[in-house]
């Protein structure tokens, strides 16, 4: 989420390039349990265990267009790590973390991908869902390693070691939806704009809204970007000449600050709402603040930092205390969220004494209701699913913390509870 210049790369002859480069391994695979060994007190280890040591992989971006989300998220996970090495580890061992900014290039993501697998038990971050889904065959096939990624496409379901943590993008675009229809007068025959990013993230997210459509018996007007595409002056000409009544955007914060920008400039008064990504509280201060604080809103898989819950108000003063030149922002949500669902699963894999991948793996996916106190209940039980379904309508606010406040609870409508994402 950075405001500053850069250019990613998505020419068809790289992201081919990395598709063919997903589909090899980096190593000959052993086969399964052929490089377990015993380790302390009986406890199974293999990839990513060493000495005194488990390592987890963090694939993030610190200097592309999600710059302000892997900052934050990597941070969040560094102080994760270093609360529980400081309360005596797991097993016996202490936990690291190994870090690789692939700056949202698909080249160096896969690179990044290949170089860390061999050395560390799983991926406590991986930002990008068309990288995961690139390396997804790889993963599932013959490395077997726990990802849990800052990603939220739908074609990530289905894998037992991928686990997408809180709604899809196509469940939560349906929830999006569902709040313009029942908060912002969205009626039907009415249009609607969506505004989304080629590939993954953006397609997974279009496939909630036009399902939403059909069910409300609207009409979605689609506007199809690159992540270089910054300035959104033609698609908000296209979109008010449509006349569509509000906007759904999945892409990145630059985009939805051009977007609401420019439709206030231009007298184009309608509620906009993107997926959980396409915000970053700095933006507040742009010309665009006020615009955002007006007509913006943000569909989230969790509460804000800004939350009042003693779990939130103390992840508050410990990442303020660790890191007080940063802002807070909803990353560190993310990030602690992701870190501490992995934590638990170690916790679980040593108590069962297979600190292994599969045995790690096995762990996570026998927690059914996890709950660290943003709001939503994680139950990481079924691959095929989304560990919720339950999405937070957020709204930016200059004065909160985090910039975010809630403007509508935790829930899942009903058209997201009986969706299947993926199908």
Same mark, same amino acid.
């Given at each position: 989420?950075?405001?500053?210049?850069?250019?990613?790369?998505?020419?068809?002859?790289?992201?081919?390039? %990395? &598709?063919?480069?997903?589909?090899?391994?980096?190593?000959?695979?052993?086969?399964?349990?052929?490089?377990?060994?015993?380790?302390?007190?009986?406890?199974?280890?293999?990839?990513?265990?060493?000495?005194?040591?488990?390592?987890?992989?963090?694939?993030?971006?610190?200097?592309?267009?999600?710059?302000?989300?892997?900052?934050?998220?990597?941070?969040?996970?560094? #102080?994760?790590?270093?609360?529980?090495?400081?309360?005596?580890?797991?097993?016996?061992?202490?936990?690291?973390?190994?870090?690789?900014?692939?700056?949202?290039?698909?080249?160096?993501?896969?690179?990044?991908?290949?170089? @860390?697998?061999?050395?560390? /038990?799983?991926?406590?971050?991986?930002? *990008?869902?068309?990288?995961?889904?690139?390396?997804?065959?790889?993963?599932?096939?013959?490395?077997?390693?726990?990802?849990?990624?800052?990603?939220?496409?739908?074609? %990530? @379901?289905?894998?037992?070691?991928?686990?997408?943590?809180?709604?899809?993008?196509?469940?939560?675009?349906? !929830?999006?939806?569902?709040? &313009?229809?029942?908060?912002?007068?969205?009626?039907?025959?009415?249009?609607?704009?969506?505004?989304?990013?080629?590939?993954?993230?953006?397609?997974?997210? &279009?496939?909630?809204?036009?399902?939403?459509?059909?069910?409300? *018996?609207l009409t979605v007007v689609e506007q199809k970007i690159k992540p270089t595409? !910054?300035?959104?002056?033609?698609?908000?000409?296209?979109?008010?000449?449509?006349?569509?009544?509000?906007?759904?955007?999945?892409?990145?914060?630059?985009?939805?600050?051009?977007?609401?920008?420019?439709?206030?400039?231009?007298?184009?008064?309608?509620?906009?709402?993107?997926?959980?990504?396409?915000?970053?509280?700095?933006?507040?201060?742009?010309?665009?603040?006020?615009?955002l604080m007006k007509n913006y809103y943000v569909a989230s898989p969790s509460?804000?930092? *800004?939350?009042?819950?003693?779990?939130?108000?103390? /992840?508050?003063?410990?990442?303020?205390?660790?890191?007080?030149?940063?802002? @807070?922002?909803?990353?560190?949500?993310?990030?602690?969220?992701?870190?501490?669902?992995?934590?638990?699963?170690?916790?679980?894999?040593c108590a069962n004494k297979d600190l292994t991948r599969q045995g790690v793996?096995?762990? #996570?996916?026998?927690?059914?209701?996890?709950?660290?106190?943003?709001?939503?209940?994680?139950?990481?039980?079924?691959?095929?699913?989304?560990?919720?379904?339950?999405?937070?309508? &957020?709204?930016?606010?200059?004065?909160?913390?985090?910039?975010?406040?809630?403007?509508?609870?935790?829930?899942?409508?009903?058209?997201?509870?009986?969706?299947?994402?993926?199908?």
């Amino acid at each position: 989420m950075s405001t500053t210049t850069y250019v990613t790369r998505t020419a068809a002859g790289a992201l081919a390039a %990395l &598709l063919l480069v997903a589909g090899c391994s980096s190593k000959a695979k052993e086969s399964d349990g052929d490089g377990d060994k015993a380790g302390a007190g009986g406890v199974k280890t293999g990839e990513g265990v060493s000495g005194k040591t488990i390592t987890l992989g963090a694939l993030t971006d610190m200097t592309g267009v999600y710059a302000t989300l892997g900052k934050s998220v990597t941070q969040a996970q560094q #102080l994760y790590v270093k609360q529980l090495n400081a309360a005596g580890g797991v097993c016996g061992y202490k936990v690291a973390l190994s870090v690789r900014d692939h700056g949202y290039d698909p080249q160096k993501a896969v690179s990044g991908y290949t170089e @860390l697998e061999p050395k560390v /038990l799983g991926f406590a971050q991986f930002i *990008g869902s068309p990288f995961v889904a690139a390396v997804k065959q790889r993963i599932d096939g013959q490395d077997k390693a726990l990802v849990l990624p800052q990603a939220w496409s739908s074609a %990530l @379901l289905g894998s037992p070691y991928i686990r997408v943590i809180g709604s899809t993008y196509d469940v939560e675009t349906i !929830n999006a939806v569902d709040f &313009l229809i029942k908060e912002k007068g969205i009626r039907k025959g009415d249009r609607i704009g969506h505004v989304y990013f080629e590939g993954d993230y953006g397609e997974s997210a &279009l496939v909630g809204s036009k399902h939403i459509a059909k069910e409300a *018996g609207l009409t979605v007007v689609e506007q199809k970007i690159k992540p270089t595409d !910054n300035d959104m002056t033609a698609q908000v000409t296209a979109l008010k000449q449509a006349g569509v009544k509000a906007v759904v955007i999945s892409a990145g914060p630059r985009q939805a600050a051009s977007l609401v920008g420019v439709a206030a400039a231009s007298g184009f008064d309608v509620p906009v709402i993107g997926n959980n990504s396409a915000f970053a509280p700095q933006l507040l201060a742009t010309q665009a603040g006020p615009a955002l604080m007006k007509n913006y809103y943000v569909a989230s898989p969790s509460l804000p930092i *800004g939350a009042d819950t003693p779990q939130a108000r103390k /992840l508050v003063a410990d990442y303020r205390a660790a890191y007080p030149d940063d802002a @807070l922002d909803n990353g560190i949500v993310a990030g602690w969220t992701a870190a501490s669902a992995f934590g638990e699963a170690l916790k679980k894999a040593c108590a069962n004494k297979d600190l292994t991948r599969q045995g790690v793996d096995k762990a #996570l996916l026998s927690i059914d209701s996890y709950d660290i106190g943003f709001g939503t209940t994680q139950n990481f039980t079924d691959p095929a699913s989304p560990s919720s379904r339950e999405s937070v309508i &957020l709204q930016p606010a200059k004065n909160a913390t985090g910039g975010m406040k809630v403007v509508r609870e935790a829930g899942a409508s009903e058209e997201a509870q009986a969706f299947t994402p993926g199908a």
